[in-house]
């Protein structure tokens, strides 16, 4: 793939982050000189100065998808490229949505944390969902056990069954969200590991169906 190719590929991942910088950049002017960037139930604790609060998102979408190219050339799995690239660009826009609503605090615009924070996560486990049920085994993404790694059979059955189970989880978290979201990230968390304990334990049962009976 020539480097031509390369700059289509990561393209979306680019215009995240361009945008990301500039929305910082027209937003810093008209925000409160310290922003917050920790919540807990609902209440900021922990503030920076603006320009920080703002452009660490950036920053830290820079180093991901940095992270993940590098990832991804060491690996050099052309059946798991795209898959790959798509979770890029989902964690980046999870980052900036993070990023917006820091942005909105700032203006004083009055929004739920915790609301939004649930509709966030669940949104991104969604999106994670259906790419997850397509990946190859790889290092990067997916249900990595034993058994889903020494057989892509049982990886392809338990990936699909894991993106699955994660859809419904991200649409029961937004669905709760509006109905306890001071709890959300408690029900959240909860979900999540059962979610994976689950879809650990089908990948071994998948494994021992196919290989010891």
């Known amino acids: 793939m020539g480097r031509r190719d390369n700059m289509k590929k990561y393209l979306v991942s680019i215009f995240i982050i361009l945008i990301s910088i500039v929305i910082g950049l027209i937003a ?3 925000l409160t000189d310290e922003l917050p960037i920790h919540w807990t139930q609902g209440e900021a604790d922990i503030f920076v100065s603006k320009f920080v609060a703002i452009f660490i998102i950036p920053f830290f979408m820079l180093v991901t998808s940095i992270s993940i190219i590098v990832m ?3 690996q050099n799995n052309k059946r798991n490229s795209k898959t790959i690239n798509t979770i890029n660009n989902i964690s980046l826009l ?3 949505a993070i990023q917006l609503f820091i942005i909105s605090v700032g203006l004083e615009i009055e929004l ?6 649930g509709i966030i996560i669940g949104g991104i486990i969604t999106l994670v969902a259906n790419p997850m049920q397509k990946t190859k085994p790889n290092a990067l ?3 990595r056990t034993p ?3 020494k057989d892509e059979r049982v990886w392809t059955k338990a990936n699909r069954f894991a993106g699955k189970l994660l859809f419904v989880v991200g649409i029961l978290i937004i ?3 509006f109905v306890v979201p001071d709890s959300i990230s408690i029900i959240s968390i909860l979900l999540i590991l059962v979610t994976a304990f689950i879809a650990v334990m089908y990948s071994y049962l998948i494994y021992r169906r196919l290989n010891l009976s």
């Open 28 to 30: 810093l002017p008209n």
């Open 72 to 74: 991804d050339k060491i």
């Open 94 to 96: 999870f980052m900036f």
């Open 112 to 117: 739920n944390s915790d609301l939004f924070m």
């Open 141 to 143: 993404y997916g249900l």
């Open 147 to 149: 058994w889903t790694l």
């Open 175 to 177: 669905g709760l969200s």
